[in-house]
């Protein structure tokens, strides 16, 4: 009969490792594509959140901008005397236009399809507004633009020329008012339902991110922690002992593997340190990214005539979301701008609105230079571990030759 096969107590044990090992590993794979899906889709939706803030201040200076003067025209316009309607046309045209950005964001940008209520809400919305003309003169934006009619002066002339005057759409120059209302009513509303969604699941995308990020750290410090300790059993195995594991005696050529297997844990705690560095470093530049963009929108609104109203309006779109206010200096900020609101001081508003944006530009520059820094330490300190970490493991080499002959 064949005689059953010995294993050392020191054997059995690294097989218990290498499986408790292989175990990890699966975690750690498992965690690691949970953690670039969680990761993807946290930055997915910051960015998304950013878009949206640039549209709902958009929605307000393009309000300003068009349905104000089209209030000014509907009272000008006479659809008997279609001159008197260029400049109308020449709104609703706009209007459509914008309109029609506005579904291609929510189609591009957010990534809802033309089947979504919202896209469905905004396309309804524009039809209205190309009718309109249909009402005035009996022929729409969509139907004019078949015939090469592209500007409101093409349109009137077209219809002046023919003398084929729509005799009963003196109502439709109201609708007009309420076509155009509509359209920016139902933006507001769906921007804001989509901004108020979006800040609730940033906080749970950051929650699975944070944890998945915890778990593939843990996983990786178990792995690394059983891969050595099976290292260290096999290294210090007593040959005067059937290579059996000896705690109570240390084996010369142990000391450098284990000092080699520190450094090596020292390295890869680093790495980490740079991965969870890595995450705080693209939401630093998101908050950065909007807070450009609030930039822009204030260089466009002092170059236009807008009324205090829409600026305190805009003021808190252009507030840097929770999640950013802990990397700038609080101090001066926009909501302090905001409570100390004068309408008698419009253009005091806006320096103030425009001096906060500036401080949070600074305060971002600041961090971002101060984290370069860290960063660079952190990688020549993984560098340095390297280096001393293969001197030690030469010397083990060294030792463990010296062992076999």
Request: include cysteine.
């Amino acid at each position: 009969m064949p005689q059953s096969q010995y294993f050392t107590h020191r054997h059995l044990l690294v097989r218990k490792l290498v499986k408790l090992s292989i175990i990890a590993t699966a975690v750690f794979g498992a965690g690691s594509f949970a953690f670039a899906f969680f990761q993807n889709e946290y930055n997915s939706k910051i960015e998304a959140s950013r878009n949206i803030a640039a549209l709902r201040i958009t929605l307000l200076l393009d309000k300003e901008e068009l349905l104000d003067p089209l209030n000014k025209e509907i009272n000008k316009c006479f659809p008997k005397r279609p001159s008197s309607c260029t400049k109308l046309i020449e709104l609703l045209i706009q209007t459509k236009n914008r309109g029609s950005d506005y579904k291609i964001f929510f189609e591009n940008t957010i990534g809802a399809p033309a089947s979504d209520p919202k896209v469905k809400e905004i396309a309804g919305r524009i039809d209205l507004i190309d009718k309109i003309p249909n009402k005035l003169f009996g022929i729409s934006l969509s139907n004019a633009a078949k015939l090469n009619i592209q500007s409101a002066e093409q349109y009137v002339n077209y219809y002046s020329n023919i003398n084929t005057i729509n005799n009963g759409s003196s109502h439709a120059v109201g609708d007009a008012r309420l076509a155009v209302n509509s359209l920016f009513n139902s933006m507001e509303n769906i921007s804001a339902q989509l901004d108020g969604g979006y800040n609730k699941s940033i906080s749970g995308a950051k929650f699975n991110l944070t944890h998945w990020l915890i778990a593939i750290i843990l996983a990786e410090i178990i792995i690394y922690a059983l891969v050595s300790a099976a290292d260290l059993a096999i290294n210090n195995s007593d040959p005067s002992a059937n290579n059996e594991l000896r705690l109570k005696v240390v084996q010369a050529k142990v000391i450098p593997l284990g000092v080699s297997i520190l450094l090596g844990f020292l390295m890869m705690t680093l790495g980490q340190i740079m991965l969870f560095r890595q995450t705080t470093d693209i939401l630093i530049d998101q908050c950065r990214d909007q807070n450009q963009q609030s930039i822009s929108f204030m260089s466009r609104i002092e170059s236009a005539t807008v009324r205090s109203e829409t600026i305190h309006a805009i003021g808190p779109l252009i507030e840097l979301p929770s999640y950013c206010s802990k990397f700038v200096n609080q101090y001066p900020d926009v909501s302090r701008a905001l409570s100390l609101f004068n309408e008698k001081e419009v253009e005091l508003l806006r320096e103030q609105l425009k001096h906060a944006l500036v401080n949070y530009a600074d305060s971002f520059q600041s961090i971002q230079r101060s984290r370069s820094r860290i960063n660079a330490i952190i990688l020549q300190s993984i560098l340095a571990f390297n280096v001393t970490s293969l001197l030690a493991l030469s010397i083990f080499l060294k030792f463990d030759s010296e062992e076999l002959g």
